[in-house]
């Protein structure tokens, strides 16, 4: 297995899961972006998280705000990585790219509790 940093696994998982996608920016960190997104990201078409890398190329101009919450959804996405890696890695590694997050729902009974625990706590968080 390779080894990748937390941030590469969080990146890794969260792009799989859809989770870096504009779905991602619902809820609280959507309403502390919608400025900087409005600013930065309006000609930007949502979906394969493009929003969250176009705000991420924008880092040093976005809100206190926005780079808080940012933050925090980085901080959520390291937690899931590192609590869904090993039932990716089982249950969607033939995945296509793109599809991890579709894959884990079909296998949602089979993941171990850490795995589902983080991803309820992410999509509560968000």
Do not use: H, M, N, Y
């Given at each position: 297995m390779t080894?990748?940093?937390y941030a590469a696994r969080a990146m890794l998982v969260a792009g799989s899961l859809g989770l870096l996608s504009t779905a991602?920016?619902?809820g609280k960190a959507e309403q502390a972006c919608a400025p900087d997104i409005q600013a930065y990201c309006a000609g930007i078409p949502q979906g394969g998280g493009?929003?969250?890398?176009?705000?991420?190329s924008h880092q040093q101009q976005l809100s206190p705000n926005c780079?808080?919450?940012m933050t925090a959804a980085a901080a959520l996405m390291?937690?899931?990585a590192q609590a869904c890696e090993d039932d990716i890695h089982q249950y969607c590694a033939g995945a296509?790219?793109?599809?991890?997050?579709?894959?884990l729902k079909t296998n949602f009974l089979k993941l171990s509790?850490?795995?589902k625990k983080e991803l309820f706590e992410a999509?509560?968080?968000m």
């Open positions: 080894t990748l940093s991602a920016f619902a493009k929003i969250a890398q176009c705000l991420r780079q808080q919450a390291k937690e899931v296509a790219p793109g599809s991890a997050r579709d894959c509790f850490g795995c999509k509560r968080a």
